[in-house]
C-alpha cells in the first residue's frame, strides 16, 4: 500500500460513472482503499480518473502531485506525460470481449470468401489482452494464426492457441486479414504505412481496433486506387470514448478501483501505457526503452 495519507483523487465528469465510483469509495474501506478520498480539485489530486472531456481540457496542466492517470476513454486524446514515476492505464482490458467480438464477426465475412481448399490465415499485431482473446476466438475457428507483438508472452497462451510468433512483414504479406490491436502511441502513428500496405496481398482485409491513427490512410487510398488491391479495410470505433461510455457504469466503477487497488498495492494496473507503443521495424528508440522484449502477463 501507497503511504497512508489521503489520496485524493480526481473524478472523471461522465456523471453515472463519476456517482459509481464515488459510491465505491465511500465503502472502500471493506476493500482496504480506506486511505482514498474523492475530490473535484485536479490541482490536489494524487489520483486522476479521465474521461475524453478531462484530457482535452486538463492533461497538459497536470499538477506535480499526479502519481496515477487512469483513461477511461482508452486514450483518444494522448497524454503527454514524461514523468517516469506517473503510472498511466486506460481500460482496453475492459473492452476486451466486446471488441474480439465485433473483431470475429468481421473475420466470419471475410473467411467465407478464402477457397475452401486453402486454409484461411489471420494475422494479430498486439498480443495484451485484446491481441489474446482475438486468438482464443480465432483458434475455435480452425485458423491458421501469425502473431507479432513487441514483448514476448507467456509461451503457454501461445500453446493455447497454437499461434507461431512471425516478424511484421512475413505477417502481412501472408494473411488473409490483419487485426491491429495495439496501443497507438509515438512509434505506432502510423504503424501500417505506405511500404506495409504493399507486403499486404490483393484482397487482403484489415481489422483495425486501435483507431484511424495506427493506418496511413493516404498510402491506403493510393494503393486501392492506383495499384487496385482492393483492400478491405474495416475499423471498429472512431472514437473510443463511446466504446467506454456505452458499458455499465458500476462495471467500470470496478474495474477502477480494481486497477486502483493494484495500484496502491504497488502491483501494475491493468492496460498500462508505455512512452514507446509498437515500433516500427529498426526503431532505435525501442531497444534504448522499458518496452525491449519481456515476458508480459497474457
Known amino acids: 500500500m501507497q503511504d497512508r495519507h489521503k489520496v485524493h483523487v480526481a473524478l472523471p465528469r461522465h456523471e453515472a460513472i463519476r456517482a459509481a465510483i464515488e459510491q465505491a469509495l465511500d465503502t472502500a474501506a471493506v476493500l482496504e482503499l480506506g486511505n482514498f478520498a474523492a475530490t473535484r480539485d485536479i490541482c490536489e489530486a494524487e489520483v486522476v480518473i479521465s474521461d475524453s472531456a478531462t484530457v482535452d481540457q486538463d492533461l497538459r496542466k497536470l499538477p506535480e502531485s499526479v502519481r496515477y492517470l487512469q483513461l477511461i476513454d482508452c486514450g483518444s486524446g494522448e497524454p503527454h506525460v514524461t514523468e517516469p514515476d506517473i503510472t498511466v492505464a486506460n481500460c482496453s482490458s475492459l473492452l476486451a470481449d466486446s471488441a474480439a467480438n465485433w473483431a470475429i464477426q468481421q473475420w466470419h465475412e471475410i473467411s467465407g470468401r478464402i477457397p475452401a481448399s486453402g486454409k484461411p490465415v489471420a494475422g494479430i499485431v498486439g498480443f495484451g489482452a485484446l491481441g ?42 501472408t494473411s488473409d486479414a490483419v487485426f491491429i490491436a495495439i496501443h497507438p502511441g509515438p512509434t505506432s502513428t502510423p504503424l501500417l504505412r505506405h511500404r506495409e500496405l504493399r507486403l499486404l496481398t490483393t484482397n487482403a482485409a484489415i481489422i483495425n481496433l486501435s483507431g484511424p491513427q495506427v493506418i496511413d490512410a493516404a498510402a491506403l487510398g493510393i494503393l486501392n486506387t492506383t495499384h487496385q488491391r482492393q483492400i478491405d479495410y474495416r475499423e471498429m470505433f472512431t472514437d473510443l470514448g463511446d466504446a467506454t461510455a456505452t458499458e455499465r457504469p458500476d462495471r467500470v466503477a470496478r474495474y477502477i478501483l480494481d486497477n486502483l487497488g493494484k495500484w496502491a498495492h504497488g502491483h501494475h494496473p491493468r492496460s498500462i501505457l508505455e512512452p514507446v507503443t509498437h515500433p516500427l521495424a529498426g526503431d532505435p528508440a525501442f531497444w534504448s526503452s522499458r518496452m525491449s522484449p519481456r515476458q508480459t502477463p497474457v
Open 132 to 173: 489474446y482473446e482475438l486468438g482464443r476466438r480465432l483458434y475455435e475457428t480452425r485458423t491458421q494464426i501469425w502473431v507479432n507483438d513487441i514483448r514476448t508472452p507467456r509461451q503457454q497462451s501461445f500453446q493455447q492457441i497454437r499461434a507461431r510468433r512471425s516478424s511484421l512483414d512475413m505477417l502481412l504479406s
